[in-house]
């Protein structure tokens, strides 16, 4: 361990030069990359994340600047060989480690430090040598869900807040429009609504700025490294996730997010759309994917497909080959949707269903402390968000979990018997 | 084969509460797997005989993983730790969830919580929360302080 005043000390000076001298920089720029990198790599030497969130946050304020070419430091980012070895996987770690600050304002410093990552992203990822990085990231494959993961419940929790305050500005809109009503209700009345109005105003910008960020790295992940995102634990959310908003921007109550002035909130409704059908287009070759979505019972309908290429085509937002690539893939969607109906087992012994999800077990595995058996992918999704057993709220850990080998055989024996019928 | 987390598990638990509701519960609203409304009705011998209350579920696509939104809609019974705007403060809702937890586990909670009830009167803080809530009482910040009722 360093003494942390120190290294704070160093941090301060830099962020400082980095917000408003950045040239006085110029000549160190080598070794602060190797300073930040390996601080953002060892995290055994700085135990504080809010520590490490300063280092992130020099990087965001040269990398911000990158169009100067005098103090830009992402010409550096690309080349300086530690910087090629271990900033992606460095960031990612970190995005991760963020969940969890410590501090009490945790749940929104992580978003700050995200923002500040995802900005980092962006400058770095058309480097090819950067995508090879990432791809080999993702061959680990344990550790990237977790990031992807994260990331997943960022986009949905912002998307969700951010859509919901643009219907609430609607609605107190459409209200203060109504000139002659809002002029007879109370005066405290109108003082509360316009207060709500404007304290929704602050966060639907927040949230959505943040938001599409968010999205965009998700379209960015998604097309370099589909596998983490098509993993049992995490195929059947991303599809419930993506349909939910999809729905949201063109289903039946899309006209409540019409507010005035929607730039000023950052909300782009159109560009939101085209990130979010990128997204199905990276992964609908994927049949896991098509399958995910084909179960999502709760917003998945066909004809928000049609609606959002038909808005598309219209403003150039989509080509014609990605708009025919989208049907096709919808009606794989429908296909599957048709088949899965026909996939009957009739009755299962309740020893094969798992205990949770009541759905049968693909990979039974019996947790040491309870002794209850449940299905691998799930207590692995469960482990994600709440590290104990779900049935005795006792600290778990997947290593400790036992396949339940016997149990396994006898459903795939049921499984063949019943498909041979 | 494998479907989306909530459905087969919704379907299983409403299969169980129509076949073998338990006393006082009844599933009275269940046409998606996103919301639904249970009757609860006040235990003979406690403060709420003769009431009946209704109980709003809804559900994210990650139930049962993440808990589910509950809270009272309609008639809202008068509790030390039920608001007037229908939120419950109860552990199990929030931090203390478990997906081993249900709809039924949930109800009978609640119910137990009304039936334990000395005195019918508002939490303390009922103004101030109310006018401060959130719309979904997920996004309070709660404080788990009374066990005794």
């Not at chain 1, 589909?226 to 634990?233: G, M, R, V, Y």
């Not at chain 1, 729905?247 to 950052?266: A, D, F, I, Q, W």
């Not at chain 2, 403060?47 to 589910?68: K, V």
């Amino acid at each position: 361990m360093l003494p942390e005043f120190i290294f704070e000390d160093v941090t301060e000076i830099f962020l400082f030069v980095a917000k408003y001298i950045p040239r006085a920089a110029a000549v160190s720029r080598d070794d602060l990359i190797v300073f930040i990198i390996t601080f953002l790599k060892s995290s055994s030497y700085i135990k504080k994340p809010y520590l490490k969130a300063k280092l992130v946050e020099i990087l965001f304020y040269f990398t911000f600047r990158s169009n100067d070419r005098e103090v830009g430091m992402v010409s550096l980012l690309n080349s300086h060989p530690l910087a090629l070895n271990h900033l992606l996987p460095a960031l990612m770690s970190f995005y991760v480690e963020v969940e969890q600050t410590g501090a009490h304002t945790q749940f929104y410093d992580k978003f700050n430090i995200r923002y500040n990552i995802s900005q980092i992203f962006k400058a770095i990822w058309g480097n090819h040598l950067h995508k090879e990085k990432l791809k080999e990231e993702s061959r680990n494959i344990d550790s990237f869900v977790r990031f992807a993961n994260l990331l997943m419940n960022d986009v949905t929790y912002l998307l969700d807040e951010s859509l919901r305050k643009l219907a609430e500005i609607h609605s107190i809109q459409t209200e203060m429009d109504n000139k002659e009503e809002w002029e007879n209700q109370t005066q405290q009345y109108r003082q509360e609504r316009e207060g709500t109005l404007r304290s929704d105003e602050r966060s639907a910008t927040s949230y959505m700025s943040l938001g599409n960020e968010t999205v965009e790295m998700l379209v960015f992940m998604t097309s370099e490294v589909a596998d983490p995102f098509l993993t049992p634990q995490m195929v059947d959310r991303l599809a419930a996730m993506l349909d939910y908003n999809l729905k949201s921007l063109v289903g039946p109550k899309c006209t409540e997010l019409k507010v005035r002035n929607p730039e000023t909130y950052s909300f782009k409704p159109k560009e939101l759309l085209s990130q979010l059908v990128n997204i199905y287009l990276n992964l609908c070759k994927h049949k896991e994917f098509v399958h995910a979505v084909a179960i999502d019972q709760r917003s998945y309908d066909q004809k928000y497909f049609s609606k959002a290429v038909s808005i598309l085509l219209k403003w150039g937002l989509i080509s014609d080959k990605n708009a025919s690539e989208l049907e096709k893939f919808v009606n794989e969607v429908e296909v599957t949707i048709k088949s899965e109906g026909d996939d009957e087992l009739g009755e299962i012994p309740d020893e094969f269903l798992d205990p949770v999800l009541y759905t049968i077990m693909e990979d039974p595995v019996i947790l040491p402390g309870s002794r209850v058996t449940v299905d691998r992918s799930t207590i692995k999704t469960h482990l994600l968000s709440d590290t104990t057993d779900p049935f005795n709220r006792m600290p778990l850990n997947i290593e400790d979990v036992i396949s339940n080998t016997e149990l396994k055989e006898r459903i795939e024996k049921f499984l063949q018997e019943k498909r041979q019928k | 084969m494998s479907t989306t987390l909530f459905s087969k598990r919704l379907s299983k638990e409403l299969i169980d509460l129509k076949i073998n509701p338990p006393a006082g519960i009844e599933v009275t609203e269940s046409d998606t797997f996103k919301c639904w409304k249970l009757s609860l009705d006040g235990v003979e011998g406690t403060l709420y005989a003769g009431e009946r209350f209704t109980l709003e579920f809804r559900f994210t696509p990650n139930y049962p993983m993440e808990s589910p939104e509950v809270v009272f809609v309609g008639n809202i019974p008068i509790h030390p730790h039920i608001y007037s705007n229908g939120h419950i403060c109860l552990n199990v809702l929030y931090n203390q969830w478990s997906p081993v937890l249900s709809v039924r586990s949930v109800c009978l909670s609640i119910q137990s919580m009304l039936s334990s009830c000395t005195t019918k009167e508002p939490p303390p803080d009922n103004n101030h929360y109310v006018k401060t809530a959130k719309a979904s009482p997920k996004q309070t910040q709660w404080s788990f302080h009374d066990d005794s009722v």
